[in-house]
């Protein structure tokens, strides 16, 4: 009897670890307040979408998204971003609970009209936001609250630098995993990442 209630309590103890294991880190360095550990946030924001609807932090709340940084005239991976972001939104794309987000780094050239173009080519329905809005608000975005590159630069194929990341944020606004938005393999990851994600409370 001993040993079958020490076989169920380290069963007990190991499913724990497995269940600790389980739950996505968050990412960014955080501030210790007392007993409390802050860790940073997407800031506030204001951008208008594809079809010409203001998007804010406010149309993402009590949802999981996913977002990324691209231009439509890019040469190199924003092509194969998209590719890996379409795998996940076709996976998760009635899910009310999930939502995609695209910001161009290229306003000047991306219009409205452009991202609506575009988006109605990969057979977008809803729930993904090609944005656009003032270049110097979209570049303090991705270096402020995502952590990632963005900046005009001639030298540089199509004139821009960016990371190739796609982002996971979760419900509170804090981002919970990046990854390779160029490797099917991390898209992946990101789905299955997305699925912890949604277990949360």
């Known amino acids: 009897m001993e040993k079958l209630v020490g076989s169920i ?20 360095n955080p501030i210790v307040k007392g007993q409390d550990t802050l860790y940073p946030k997407i800031k506030d924001f204001t951008f208008i979408n594809q079809d010409s609807i203001t998007v804010t932090n406010k149309t993402f709340d009590g949802k999981i998204y996913i977002t990324d940084f691209i231009f439509l005239s890019c040469p190199t991976i924003c092509p194969k ?61 991705a270096t402020e609250s995502y952590f990632m590159t963005a900046y005009p630069d001639a030298k540089e194929p199509g004139g821009y630098v960016h ?10 606004r804090h981002i919970r995993g990046v ?11 990101l789905i299955a990442d997305i699925a912890l994600l949604l277990k949360e409370k």
């Open 9 to 28: 309590l380290l069963g007990l103890v190991l499913l724990s670890c497995t269940n600790r294991q389980q739950r996505l880190p968050f990412l960014g």
């Open 179 to 189: 990854y390779d938005g160029t490797n099917p393999q991390e898209t992946k990851r």
């Open 163 to 172: 990371s190739g990341g796609l982002l996971l944020i979760d419900r509170n």
């Open 81 to 141: 971003m998209t590719v890996e972001m379409l795998a996940v939104y076709h996976e998760y794309q009635n899910n009310p609970n999930i939502a995609f987000l695209s910001h161009t780094i290229d306003p000047e050239q991306d219009t409205i009209k452009r991202l609506k173009t575009y988006s109605e080519n990969l057979g977008i329905t809803g729930n993904w936001h090609f944005v656009t809005g003032n270049k110097e608000n979209i570049y303090q975005m």
